[in-house]
């Protein structure tokens, strides 16, 4: 009796215990069953509507309207843009190995631009941020800004259509400008023929023409040169423009470009000499320049930049070196800057 009386008490702790376990671990139903399908809706919709911003449809300014281009937007240092035929990620600058970010609000169109009696070889990609969402608005817009520190080439943010074959991840891009007929394919064989003789980054301060402006400038980095690439169906070269300016300025920009000189004794020859268009960043001397260097070699906007010697001797150098600074291109030199240079006279 005993026996039977403890099983029996026995069994109801048991099934109070399990009871309350039950009721402990019982979840407390959603009050709102519809919660959980909106979040994933939400998600979804925010995934989507990430890859809107980041689709490109077309890169013909004179189709975005007709085509419904959607509005891009670039965020953070690098945005993966989505072509028909694939991805490619874009950046705004590489810097010391770092990645630096697009500027707030670009929001935009990319799209092929080459101005009017400009080889097709110096066509580029850019990006016009726009007022409104939609392309309609293109032409109220302004192409995307390049800090001047990082301008090799005076101008907007842009990459060359002469480095896009030569990347791999830009091969959905350079598909789409075959496409729409904005890059022939016969150009882009071309381009990677000659890659092949020297391969060169996508800052590069490209030359397509003797009058392409390029920036020069003062600072340890550069080491008093500017590493030049002219660019034309003939050829490609790389011509390092060597100044003695640079011992007498420790920063400063020049925005310079070349001509064929309009001196008499140059008239039967090939020399070429450098016109100083504007000083974008001012140019700050060294403490041990002097007033008389400053006044002899100091570039001045719209004239021909001087010829100044690497070493410092004023005296000597005042009676030594006149005249502005040339470079002889004749069929009969052979330095790496007369070849290179040769291919845009």
Known sequence: MNT??????????????????????????????????????????????????????TLDPHKLSSLKQPLISLRSSKTTLLLPTGSSPVRYVWNNWNNIAFPPNSDGFFYYHLPPNRPALSAELRFRVTPTPYPDSFDDGYDLPLPLNHQNIPGPWRIFVACLPNIRHMAPVVQLLEHEGLLDPQLTRRIRELHAMGSYHTNARFLFNLEDPFM???????????????YTEVGQGIAELKMGHGRLFDKGTLKLRFEKSPLPEHSSKKILVVRCLD????????????????NAYAPVP?????????TANPKKNMTLFKGPWTVDVSDERETQIAKSLRLLW
Do not use: M
């Not at 020069?216 to 002219?230: N, W």
């Not at 719209?302 to 690497?310: D, E, I, K, R, S």
């Open 216 to 230: 020069y400038r003062y600072s340890p980095t550069e080491r008093q040169k500017a590493v030049l690439r002219p």
């Open 4 to 57: 039977n009386l403890y099983r029996a008490f026995n069994h109801r702790c048991k099934k109070s215990l399990l009871c309350k376990l039950f009721t402990t671990l019982t979840i407390t139903p959603n009050p709102n069953p519809n919660l959980t399908h909106n979040t994933h809706n939400k998600r979804a919709y925010s995934t989507i509507t990430a890859k809107a911003k980041r689709r490109i449809i």
């Open 302 to 310: 719209g004239q021909l930049v001087q010829w100044c010697p690497f």
């Open 279 to 294: 000083i974008p960043e001012p140019l700050v001397a060294s403490p041990n320049t002097t007033q008389l260097e400053l």
